[in-house]
């Protein structure tokens, strides 16, 4: 089992920046890749950004060069770094890690940027 507590979202006007986390805890030892994904109200769930252990990072084309996902290991932590946001990054923005074939996902945090 592996839990995923996220923090950080919160309302942020566009051209702002803001730095999600998410801490993993439970059976780590049996992570390899940790990601962010987000859902807008009436969409689907999509693909952020995500890091593997061995560091190969992978984003959505619509936040290359705005967003990073810097990992801390020894805190168990990967983070969303967001810069220059725009409207239509407004969504709730999900931690997902997977181990030993199975899905975890975290609660969940808000994010909304005005313009």
């Known amino acids: 089992q592996v839990q995923l507590v996220e923090s950080g979202g919160g309302l942020v006007q566009a051209g702002g920046s803001l730095r999600l986390s998410c801490v993993a805890s439970g059976s780590i030892f049996s992570i390899n890749a940790m990601g962010w994904y987000r859902q807008a109200p009436g969409k689907q769930r999509e693909l952020v950004a995500k890091r593997t252990t061995g560091g190969t990072t992978i984003y959505a084309d619509s936040v290359k060069a705005r967003f990073t996902i810097p990992r801390d290991n020894a805190k168990n932590t990967v983070y969303l770094q967001m810069n220059s946001l725009k409207p239509e990054d407004t969504a709730v923005y999900y931690c997902?890690?997977?181990?030993?074939?199975?899905?975890?996902w975290g609660q969940g945090t808000q994010v909304t940027v005005s313009s």
């Open positions: 997902n890690t997977v181990s030993l074939g199975r899905q975890y």
